[in-house]
């Protein structure tokens, strides 16, 4: 198994560095492993049953792991983006619950501003009866 370094290889690669540089590893791997160590060592020639083997093994299962890893990122990645923008939500949400309950706090105190302020000002206005009957008209 003269790939397995290169293989290794590019899966750690295209998992810190992505697809493309991990192609870029499995080709040049195969090159080097084809040509390093498969016999006859460090010569070029006619291709045998080993090359053949090495040329087909080696690219077909370095692509699935790729791609593997690749959908592994891209979901990790689209996880974090959901993870993100719940977050972002959740955050709005408080952030509008919190105007709302000063909005009531403070039209809650401008009422009960107005409660305490309203006999101190106006003692003789302050009545039981209806505002109408209030007018002066003594009945």
Not at 67 to 85: G, P, Q, T
């Amino acid at each position: 198994m003269p790939g397995t370094a290169y293989f290794i290889a590019a899966a750690l690669i295209e998992y810190f560095f992505g697809m493309a540089p991990a192609l870029a590893v499995m080709v040049v791997g195969l090159a080097t492993a084809d040509f390093v160590f498969v016999p006859p060592y460090l010569q070029l020639g006619a291709l045998d049953q080993s090359d053949v083997g090495l040329i087909v093994s080696l690219p077909l299962v370095s692509m699935l792991v790729i791609c593997l890893i690749e959908r592994l990122r891209r979901s990790e990645f689209r996880a974090e983006l959901i993870a993100l923008v719940a977050q972002s939500r959740y955050e709005m949400l408080l952030r509008a619950d919190n105007e709302r309950a000063i909005t009531s706090r403070r039209a809650l105190d401008e009422t009960h501003r107005l409660i305490r302020n309203l006999p101190g000002c106006h003692d003789d206005t302050i009545s039981s009866k209806p505002a109408a009957l209030c007018t002066g008209d003594a009945l």
